[in-house]
Every structure is written in structure tokens, then in C-alpha cells.
């Protein structure tokens, strides 16, 4: 269904969808925060090993792959709303086992979890209600909402400063709460589609009441009778029999190797550059910011240009950034952090894009939920890809890489991936 784009547009009669989603992409980050912070505490209160704690995370990381898949699956047979109720659900239980576990294998288990259902909250299932809201502006409101991303990264510091205040039992309740915000707003102020509020997609627009009803009864006949999307399975083994999909999943992935394996590396490359630390962190401060404003921009770009565009702007301030910080000018390494926080912000925003340009609102959720997984599970070789090459060599040669990396990227995508006006890319079911 194509969405009437004209008129002028209310986003703040969907201010609580994007605080909702804002506040979820926030959440993505609990566990990645609390695990900056517990296995020095719970080492220390229960005498649990650390190291084993930290290598934990590497079965998280690959469990939210899992999940991604397992989420787009769902997504693709039912409605995103009842679905957020269900990671909702997991995160909040497996934060408060995680509090109160007896040992330490049932904190794995439970941290695990936790990563896995807020994974499949934020990252796979929030994007589909953003794009049934905003089909055609959905570049620059999850440019927005995304940025709770980056913004999550106080979570070490509320868990440090609830472990110190409300003891390691309760450390894990603030998130718990924000959690439970998150839900209380979905059950009361979001639908899955605006038309059910009587509201228009993306402008916002007031409907009149049968226009409304219309306008839902036509989604319903969409869902049910649209031949492109037979089943959930189906689907996904069309999707990535497709070789310029599966192309443009992998390639978009580079961007994640990028913005994952540098931004860990930041830090010690600025020190090895002869930054004092105090100004090094502050440096990485200000790539967060940059991050925030890079994903709001970038989206802006992306509705105005097309997604195809967006994501080879991303590429071009990838390379960009690389040369400038190889220079060794101190304004122009600044400049290069900037545009390092650029990627960060937006790399993640751009398989929403592609996939709502090129398969529209009734069947983003499935083309969306095979191709983020994929792009998950390229992106995870970035830190250490990164730290294979620093170990190998130094900081200088592995943002070399990185740069390479992107240009080789630019060149697939434009070559093998690009989505926009290709036919062979159109999924026909048989």
C-alpha cells in the first residue's frame, strides 16, 4: 500500500510511539552496560569469575543473531505490537532473575536471554511499527529514535550508581522500570498502524472516522490476500535465493565491522597518537554526539535522496574519516572523530530504509527480519577484525583497514547491491 505523502506533517501526534521507540533502543544497550560494570562487582561480592563472566557475552552476541532471525520470522506472521509485548516480557523477567540469581550460571543464562529479547525489541521489531507509521519519512524519524543508542551508553553508570545506592540485587531494577514504561506506553498510546488511531501515515493527518475504518479494513485485505508474502518461511527462503538481496545484506554489514570495530578502538588510538587520556575520552564523547546528530541528518538525507544514496554517503564519510585521522592534524583527527561518530549513528538505520523502499509497509517485516540478521552477523567480526590487525601491526594500520574496507564496500554496493530500479531484486512468490 502506498501512503499519501502530501501535506503538512504532525509528528508530535506520535510522540508516544517515538518515545517509545527511543526509549527501547536505549534498552538495547542494558546489557552491553551492565556488563561493563558487574563482573568487577559480582566478583568481588560473591567471588564469581570475572573472565568468565566478560566471555559470556561472546555466546550473547551470537544468541541476538539467533534471535534476529527468530524475530523476523515472527514478524513476518504477526503484527508487531503483541511481539513487543513478548521480548517486553523476557527482558523485564530476565533483568530481575539476573539480580536475584543464586549462582552464577543462572546470571549467564538469564544475561543471555535478556541481550537476545532486547536485541529482537529494539533492533528488529520497533523499525516495523516506525515504518507503518512513517512509509515514506521513516529515514529521518528512525534517524531520531536510533539515537537512543547512543544515549544508552550512561547505562554503566546506572547500574554502578544502583549497585552502590540499592545493593547488586536491585542494581538491575532501574532498567526493569524503564522497561516497564516502555510497555505501559505501547499498551495505551501505540497501534500498529496510524489509520487505527485515525490518523494518516506519516503526515498524521486526521481521518474521518470511515475514511479510518477504510483505510484499516484495507490493511487487513493487504496482510491477508498480498501473494508477495505466502508465509513466513517462504519468504525468507525467497529472500535469500535472491542474490543482490543476500549481496546488499552482506555488503550493508561492512558499515557494522566499521562503526564496531573503530569506536572500540578509539581510545588507544588517540593515546598512541600522543592525546592525553582525560582528552581521548572526551574525544569519544563528543564521536557519541556526533553519532546522534549524524543519525538524524543522515536520515534526513536518506527521505530526501533515497536510501541507496544515504548508504553510499555512509561508505564515502567511512573513507573520509580514515584519511583524515592517518593525517595526524589535531583539527582534522577531530574531524575525523566526528565523522567515525557519523557511521556509528547511522549505519543501523539503513537496512530500514532499503528494505521500506523497496518492499513498502506490507512487506517490510519480512524482508526486514532476513536482512538485519544477516548484516548482525557480518557486522560482529568488526572488533575483532579490528584488534587481529592493531595486534598484528598498530592502531594506524587497522583504520587503514577500515578505510579499505569501505571502499570496497562503496564499490559492492554500487556494483552488486544497489536496491533502487532493479528488477531482478523484486521478491515474486511462486
Not at 503526515?203 to 477504510?214: G, I, M, N, P, W
Request: aromatic fraction near 10%; proline fraction near 5%; glycine fraction near 10%.
Amino acid at each position: 500500500m502506498t501512503s499519501n505523502n502530501q501535506g503538512k506533517a504532525h509528528y508530535l501526534r506520535a510522540w508516544p510511539l517515538l518515545f517509545y521507540a527511543l526509549l527501547c533502543y536505549f534498552l538495547t544497550g542494558t546489557v552491553s552496560g551492565i556488563m561493563n560494570v558487574a563482573p568487577e562487582v559480582l566478583s568481588r561480592e560473591f567471588g564469581w569469575d570475572g573472565t568468565v563472566l566478560i566471555s559470556s557475552m561472546s555466546v550473547a552476541a551470537l544468541l541476538n543473531v539467533a534471535a534476529g532471525f527468530v524475530a523476523g520470522r515472527a514478524s513476518a506472521r504477526r503484527s508487531a505490537k503483541p511481539l513487543c509485548f513478548v521480548w517486553g516480557a523476557i527482558y523485564a523477567v530476565g533483568l530481575l532473575v539476573m539480580g536475584f540469581a543464586p549462582v552464577m550460571s543462572v546470571f549467564i543464562v538469564a544475561m543471555v536471554l535478556v541481550s537476545a529479547a532486547s536485541s529482537a525489541w529494539g533492533y528488529n521489531t520497533v523499525p516495523i511499527l516506525i515504518t507503518n507509521w512513517f512509509p515514506e519519512k521513516k529515514g529521518r524519524v528512525q534517524g531520531f529514535v536510533s539515537t537512543g543508542l547512543l544515549l544508552g551508553s550512561v547505562n554503566p553508570m546506572i547500574y554502578h550508581w544502583a549497585c552502590e545506592h540499592w545493593g547488586v540485587q536491585w542494581a538491575t531494577m532501574p532498567f526493569v522500570l524503564l522497561g516497564g514504561a516502555a510497555l505501559v506506553f505501547l499498551a495505551l498510546a501505540i497501534s500498529d498502524h496510524p489509520e487505527e488511531r485515525g490518523l494518516a501515515p506519516d503526515t498524521l493527518e486526521r481521518l474521518e472516522k470511515t475514511d479510518s475504518q477504510s483505510r484499516v479494513s484495507q490493511i487487513q485485505q493487504a496482510d491477508a490476500s498480498d501473494g508477495a508474502v505466502p508465509s513466513s518461511g517462504e519468504m525468507a527462503r525467497l529472500l535469500l535465493r535472491n542474490p543482490r538481496f543476500l549481496a546488499c545484506s552482506v555488503v550493508m554489514g561492512i558499515q557494522l565491522i566499521f562503526a564496531g570495530g573503530l569506536m572500540v578502538q578509539m581510545v588507544p588510538r588517540l593515546v598512541g597518537m600522543g592525546f592525553p587520556m582525560d582528552e581521548a575520552l572526551l574525544i569519544m564523547l563528543v564521536a557519541s554526539l556526533f553519532g546522534c546528530l549524524g543519525s538524524v541528518v543522515f536520515g534526513i538525507l536518506g527521505d530526501r535522496l533515497g536510501a541507496d544514496a544515504g548508504v553510499v554517503l555512509t561508505y564515502i564519510a567511512g573513507i573520509a574519516a580514515v584519511l583524515l585521522n592517518v593525517s595526524g592534524v589535531k583539527p582534522l583527527v577531530y574531524m575525523s572523530v566526528a565523522l567515525i561518530g557519523c557511521v556509528v549513528g547511522t549505519a543501523d538505520n539503513w537496512p530500514v530504509s532499503v528494505c521500506a523502499e523497496q518492499f513498502g509497509r506490507e512487506r517490510f517485516a519480512a524482508s526486514f527480519g532476513v536482512m538485519f540478521p544477516v548484516i548482525q552477523l557480518v557486522g560482529a567480526a568488526g572488533p575483532a577484525f579490528f584488534a587481529l590487525i592493531a595486534g598484528a601491526s598498530n592502531y594506524a594500520v587497522s583504520y587503514l583497514a577500515g578505510g579499505a574496507l569501505m571502499l570496497v564496500g562503496l564499490v559492492a554496493y554500487l556494483y552488486l547491491a544497489k536496491t533502487k530500479d532493479r528488477p531482478e531484486n523484486r521478491i515474486v512468490a511462486p
